[in-house]
């Protein structure tokens, strides 16, 4: 299938109208439909709020006060908290929150799409942290697969009776603990392991390896140590400490050695 520019933009985004639920979220769940191509979210949690609010937030908007700002800046200057207050105090069970609309300017950064249309994307990641709940990302996940390329290939291989294995190379944890580190410019960037020969850390707060062979791990250098993070946990450098700790609080992250991240599904599909 042909990947267009229109196409590119409808599935990546498509996961922007997310379902904020202002007094929590119900998972969409998956019903059987009379089409097997034609995937159907179960509304039933819809049906059962009182009423909801819809936004549409975009490139387009412009503030109250003042004059109009760029896309990144009024992403950078989103007030969430302020948001979520008034949405609670009217009321609401749900936000349907409209942000790539008009201009298709993504409110979150997306590398493949800044290749593609430089400048369309922000900084901030303003939809993770509308759906700053695991159930409303998974939604915002499936979102996105029902409408994307990758749904396609997959009815297509089943079309063709062929077997398809999915798997990936790891899991993730999300992170809510940020723990301070320090280390030389050569250390990696992960931010559930760091390795290196000059880290600086409280070793209360890590799982440290300061022989790598005895776990099969490369030694770069005669003094090369690991440390690994705990639970959910991750490392954040002390230079603008706050900023990136507040940046990748609640982000889903791997390099550690929690079950979650070392344990990775196998899916068999054949097709019917």
Same mark, same amino acid.
């Given at each position: 299938m042909r &990947?267009?520019?229109?196409c590119?933009?409808?599935t990546?985004?498509?996961?922007?109208? #997310?379902?904020?639920?202002?007094q929590? &979220?119900?998972?969409a769940e998956e019903? !059987?439909? %009379?089409?097997?191509?034609?995937?159907?979210?179960?509304?039933?949690w819809?049906?059962?709020? @009182?009423? /909801?609010?819809?936004v549409?937030?975009?490139?387009?908007t412009?503030?109250?006060?003042g004059?109009?700002? $760029?896309?990144q800046?009024?992403?950078?200057d989103f007030d969430?908290? $302020?948001?979520?207050?008034?949405v609670?105090?009217?009321?609401?069970?749900?936000?349907?929150f409209?942000?790539?609309?008009?201009l298709?300017m993504?409110?979150a950064?997306? !590398?493949?799409l800044d290749?593609?249309?430089?400048g369309?994307?922000c900084?901030?990641?303003?939809?993770?942290?509308?759906?700053?709940d695991e #159930? #409303?990302? @998974?939604?915002?996940?499936?979102?996105?697969f029902?409408?994307s390329? &990758?749904?396609?290939?997959?009815?297509?291989?089943a079309?063709k009776g062929a077997?398809?294995?999915l798997t990936?190379?790891?899991? %993730?944890?999300?992170?809510q603990?940020?723990?301070?580190?320090l280390?030389d410019?050569?250390t990696n960037?992960?931010?559930?392991y760091?390795? /290196?020969?000059?880290l600086?850390y409280n070793p209360?707060?890590?799982f440290?390896?300061k022989?790598?062979?005895?776990i099969?791990l490369p @030694?770069?250098n005669v003094?090369? $140590?690991?440390v690994?993070?705990r639970?959910?946990?991750?490392?954040?450098?002390?230079?603008?400490?706050?900023?990136?700790a507040?940046?990748y609080?609640n982000?889903?992250?791997?390099g550690?050695?929690?079950?979650?991240e070392v344990l990775?599904p196998?899916?068999d599909?054949?097709?019917?």
């Amino acid at each position: 299938m042909r &990947l267009n520019r229109r196409c590119f933009l409808r599935t990546t985004t498509a996961a922007a109208a #997310a379902c904020i639920a202002g007094q929590g &979220l119900l998972a969409a769940e998956e019903q !059987p439909a %009379s089409d097997a191509s034609y995937r159907r979210a179960n509304t039933d949690w819809l049906a059962k709020c @009182r009423f /909801g609010i819809g936004v549409h937030w975009t490139a387009q908007t412009v503030p109250r006060r003042g004059p109009p700002k $760029s896309m990144q800046k009024a992403v950078a200057d989103f007030d969430l908290t $302020s948001f979520m207050a008034a949405v609670e105090h009217a009321g609401a069970d749900y936000v349907l929150f409209t942000a790539a609309h008009a201009l298709q300017m993504l409110p979150a950064p997306n !590398p493949v799409l800044d290749k593609i249309l430089p400048g369309r994307i922000c900084e901030r990641d303003l939809i993770r942290e509308l759906a700053d709940d695991e #159930a #409303a990302y @998974r939604s915002i996940t499936l979102s996105w697969f029902d409408h994307s390329p &990758l749904h396609d290939i997959i009815r297509f291989i089943a079309e063709k009776g062929a077997r398809l294995i999915l798997t990936t190379d790891h899991g %993730s944890v999300k992170c809510q603990n940020p723990v301070k580190i320090l280390g030389d410019r050569n250390t990696n960037t992960n931010l559930r392991y760091k390795f /290196g020969k000059n880290l600086n850390y409280n070793p209360q707060d890590v799982f440290e390896v300061k022989h790598p062979e005895e776990i099969f791990l490369p @030694r770069i250098n005669v003094s090369t $140590s690991y440390v690994f993070c705990r639970e959910n946990d991750y490392f954040v450098y002390p230079n603008n400490y706050s900023h990136f700790a507040n940046f990748y609080r609640n982000t889903f992250q791997h390099g550690g050695i929690s079950m979650e991240e070392v344990l990775i599904p196998v899916i068999d599909l054949k097709a019917r």
